[in-house]
């Protein structure tokens, strides 16, 4: 596990708690009320709110994800309604009434009974059951993905909120050495060992690291309001360090799921309807006959009789074809759709593991390279100034240095967090018992 700094880690309260005496004016600095830190954030308990609990918060409360849901509860019904036969017809006709002499009334009236039933034919109710289908699981994989893009926000959320209290620390720590500095020079030109020009200088450094601090604070509470509105929460959790750590191999090993993962399983599912849809065109094309059978009854001597009949469409000038052709070129749209999903996931895949990659050497270097030398640079500067070896400026410029490489790990570390959020969207590494052979095949 990474280290910050030399220093190990422990969960942090919303509003960042400090680290206890990192300096010996550390306490100094809080009595003197340089650093004040709100109440609250010292009061918050409990354990921290891992990446899963706060996906868990968003998928119970983001209204998107129950649309999803609806979505595919509405194809559901729509596969059920596609099983459905035809509905037979009951004909009720009387005639021969009404008129005059023998017709008069209804004593010569002849009254039919007749029930009709259409026949579908070419498949048509197998091949709408099946387009049926089809949709359905377009539907269930549209929710899986909707419910990635969703973690994938969460995930970046998280991770922001986590870089913005790194942030906090650093302006924290650079505020603490301002504050340390400015003591030492007040003192050396007291004693007339630095002009008053030094004095100045320090102060104003004191000023800014104050303001960089409170921009800091400012930048924390919004990144840490925004993943709260995933939930409609507070902001009152406590967060992990888990920002500081890098994985074991500087990844979380994503492996693109069998079949490509949901985005290109979207695709084939869009193809497979395709599909459907042409065979359901096709037994479009078959006229369907209509049979029925009734009883006649005659009203003049109570006799009764049955009557059978078949009625059959003439197909002269409607058989379907321009809706065949449709069906068929949206076929072929979307299957040359499924291949440049396929090539786009693939170069998509492969540059983000580069990011990846690229980002994991970048923190790993500036661990090794960088802030260990310039911590040691910034302890010489301060050793050197007291003994009058280097100037006010010195130790200064060593500070700053330090503060930008802590700040450019944070970026680093930022970079990769988000490039693996990417990486999991693309891999479906959340999808949480979603995924089914049905749903990524």
Same mark, same amino acid.
């Not at 309260?13 to 600095?29: G, I, K, L, M, W």
């Not at 913005?164 to 030109?189: K, N, P, W």
């Not at 409170?214 to 009152?236: I, M, P, Q, V």
């Given at each position: 596990?990474?280290?910050?700094?030399?220093?190990?880690?422990?969960?942090?309260? *919303?509003?960042?708690?400090?680290?206890?005496?990192?300096?010996?004016?550390? *306490?100094?600095?809080?009595?003197?009320?340089?650093?004040?830190?709100?109440?609250?954030?010292?009061?918050?308990?409990?354990?921290?709110?891992?990446?899963?609990?706060?996906?868990?918060?968003?998928?119970?409360?983001?209204?998107?994800?129950?649309?999803?849901?609806?979505?595919?509860?509405?194809?559901?019904?729509?596969?059920?309604?596609?099983?459905?036969?035809?509905?037979?017809?009951?004909?009720?006709?009387?005639?021969?009434?009404?008129?005059?002499?023998?017709?008069?009334?209804?004593?010569?009236?002849?009254?039919?009974?007749?029930?009709?039933?259409? !026949?579908?034919?070419?498949?048509?109710?197998?091949?709408?059951?099946?387009?049926?289908?089809?949709?359905?699981?377009?539907?269930?994989?549209?929710? !899986?993905?909707?419910?990635?893009?969703?973690?994938?926000?969460?995930?970046?959320?998280?991770?922001?909120?986590?870089?913005?209290?790194?942030?906090?620390?650093?302006?924290?720590?650079?505020?603490?050495?301002?504050?340390?500095? @400015?003591?030492?020079?007040?003192?050396?030109?007291?004693?007339?060992?630095?002009?008053?020009?030094?004095?100045?200088?320090?102060?104003?450094?004191? *000023?800014?690291?104050?303001?960089?601090?409170?921009?800091?604070?400012?930048?924390?509470?919004?990144?840490?309001?925004? !993943?709260?509105?995933?939930?409609?929460?507070?902001?009152?959790?406590? !967060?992990?360090?888990?920002?500081?750590?890098?994985?074991?191999?500087?990844?979380?090993?994503?492996?693109?799921?069998?079949?490509?993962?949901?985005?290109?399983?979207?695709?084939?599912?869009?193809?497979?309807?395709?599909?459907?849809?042409?065979?359901?065109?096709?037994?479009?094309?078959?006229?369907?006959?209509?049979?029925?059978?009734?009883?006649?009854?005659?009203?003049?001597?109570?006799?009764?009789?049955?009557?059978?009949?078949?009625?059959?469409?003439?197909?002269?000038?409607?058989?379907?074809?321009?809706?065949?052709?449709?069906?068929?070129?949206?076929?072929?749209?979307?299957?040359?759709?499924?291949?440049?999903?396929?090539?786009?996931?693939?170069?998509?895949?492969? *540059?983000?593991?580069?990011?990846?990659?690229?980002?994991?050497?970048?923190?790993?270097?500036?661990?090794?390279?960088?802030?260990? @030398?310039?911590?040691?640079?910034?302890?010489?500067?301060?050793?050197?100034?007291?003994?009058?070896?280097?100037?006010?400026?010195?130790?200064?410029?060593?500070?700053?240095?330090?503060?930008?490489?802590?700040?450019?790990?944070?970026e680093a570390l930022r970079t990769f967090h988000n490039t693996e959020a990417a990486l999991d969207r693309l891999t479906a590494r959340f999808a949480d018992g979603v995924r089914s052979?049905?749903?990524?095949?």
């Amino acid at each position: 596990m990474f280290t910050r700094f030399g220093r190990a880690h422990r969960p942090r309260s *919303a509003a960042f708690v400090r680290r206890p005496h990192r300096t010996p004016f550390a *306490a100094s600095a809080i009595a003197l009320g340089v650093l004040t830190f709100s109440a609250s954030a010292f009061a918050q308990t409990g354990a921290p709110l891992t990446l899963e609990e706060a996906l868990q918060r968003a998928a119970d409360a983001d209204p998107r994800l129950r649309a999803a849901e609806a979505g595919v509860e509405a194809a559901e019904a729509g596969a059920r309604q596609a099983r459905a036969r035809p509905n037979p017809v009951l004909d009720l006709e009387v005639e021969n009434f009404g008129g005059s002499d023998s017709l008069r009334g209804f004593d010569g009236a002849e009254s039919t009974f007749r029930l009709s039933q259409p !026949l579908e034919r070419g498949g048509r109710r197998d091949a709408r059951a099946a387009l049926a289908d089809r949709e359905l699981s377009a539907a269930e994989v549209d929710a !899986l993905i909707r419910r990635l893009d969703v973690f994938e926000e969460v995930q970046r959320a998280y991770f922001e909120a986590l870089a913005a209290d790194e942030l906090v620390e650093i302006a924290t720590e650079r505020l603490e050495t301002a504050v340390e500095l @400015q003591r030492s020079v007040d003192r050396r030109v007291a004693a007339a060992r630095d002009p008053l020009m030094a004095g100045a200088r320090a102060a104003a450094g004191t *000023a800014e690291a104050r303001i960089a601090l409170d921009a800091a604070r400012r930048d924390a509470a919004t990144a840490r309001a925004t !993943l709260a509105s995933f939930w409609n929460g507070d902001e009152g959790f406590v !967060l992990s360090d888990v920002f500081l750590e890098l994985p074991a191999g500087a990844t979380h090993g994503h492996e693109q799921p069998e079949g490509g993962g949901p985005d290109l399983a979207r695709a084939d599912a869009e193809r497979q309807r395709a599909a459907a849809a042409v065979r359901l065109e096709r037994s479009r094309g078959f006229l369907d006959p209509v049979l029925s059978l009734g009883v006649r009854r005659f009203e003049r001597d109570g006799e009764t009789g049955l009557v059978a009949g078949m009625s059959i469409p003439l197909g002269i000038f409607d058989r379907n074809s321009g809706g065949i052709a449709r069906a068929r070129a949206e076929e072929r749209r979307a299957d040359f759709n499924a291949q440049a999903a396929r090539l786009r996931i693939q170069r998509e895949a492969a *540059a983000l593991e580069r990011h990846l990659s690229s980002a994991a050497a970048s923190v790993t270097a500036m661990d090794r390279d960088v802030i260990l @030398q310039a911590e040691r640079a910034l302890a010489l500067a301060r050793d050197g100034y007291n003994q009058g070896a280097f100037s006010y400026l010195d130790v200064l410029e060593a500070q700053r240095a330090l503060s930008a490489s802590r700040a450019a790990r944070i970026e680093a570390l930022r970079t990769f967090h988000n490039t693996e959020a990417a990486l999991d969207r693309l891999t479906a590494r959340f999808a949480d018992g979603v995924r089914s052979e049905e749903i990524l095949p």
